[in-house]
């Protein structure tokens, strides 16, 4: 009787197990968006540096080829932007109009040009969109300002690090290739042992 209730319980919960593997399966929904270009890919093309474009640059530019968009906010777009710029707030970036309008630009063969606040701002919105597959993407590098209600569009220098990583890199690396390991001092500290009471006696 024990065994039949046993092999009773263990088929029920197969069945749920079955049944939950199923319900799964027939929920799961697909991620949206999927990286195409790897984090290394990415660095790469950052390290390249081909993808910046100074003002000078993009007015040697035909504007039928490109497409610049601002990806500060209404209120700072609203207040003044460069002639033609399309707005789209960094934080609006992927909704389903935006994500369908850069589509439709990727498609085209144009060229997205995005600037911000400041060229950080833009490298944001770059490294997002190129991840996800968006290649013939350059930012702008330069900072808007606001002078007595008037837009000014400043050039932003790009500054070479400070340090060499790839060198100090290469001198911290053995011959082999293996970065040395480093060497470990072990200090000893001595303890006193403290030493037992006698237990004392008593009635």
Excluded at 56 to 79: A, F, G, M, P
Excluded at 173 to 195: D, L, Q, W
Aim: hydrophobic residues 40%; positive net charge.
């Amino acid at each position: 009787m024990k065994e039949l209730e046993k092999t009773k319980r263990i088929s029920i919960s197969a069945v749920l197990f079955l049944l939950i593997i199923i319900i799964g399966f027939l929920t799961y929904k697909k991620p949206k968006y999927i990286f195409k270009n790897s984090a290394e890919a990415t660095l790469k093309e950052v390290v390249k540096k081909d993808y910046i474009l100074s003002a000078e640059q993009l007015k040697s530019l035909n504007s039928s080829d490109y497409v610049l968009i601002d990806v500060r906010s209404v209120y700072d777009y609203d207040k003044g932007h460069i002639k033609d710029a399309v707005n789209i707030p960094l934080a609006q970036i992927l909704t389903e109009d935006n994500s369908g309008f850069i589509e439709n630009l990727n498609d085209e063969n144009k060229t997205i040009i995005l600037y911000g606040e400041d060229p950080d701002t833009a490298s944001s919105a770059w490294m997002l969109l190129y991840q996800l597959g968006y290649e013939n993407i350059k930012i702008l590098c330069v900072k808007p300002r606001f002078e007595n209600n008037k837009l000014f569009v400043d050039n932003v220098a790009i500054e070479e690090p400070a340090v060499d990583y790839a060198k100090v890199m290469k001198e911290a690396t053995s011959s082999s290739g293996i970065a040395e390991k480093p060497k470990v001092v072990k200090k000893v500290i001595t303890v006193k042992k403290k030493k037992k009471r006698v237990a004392e006696g008593g009635c």
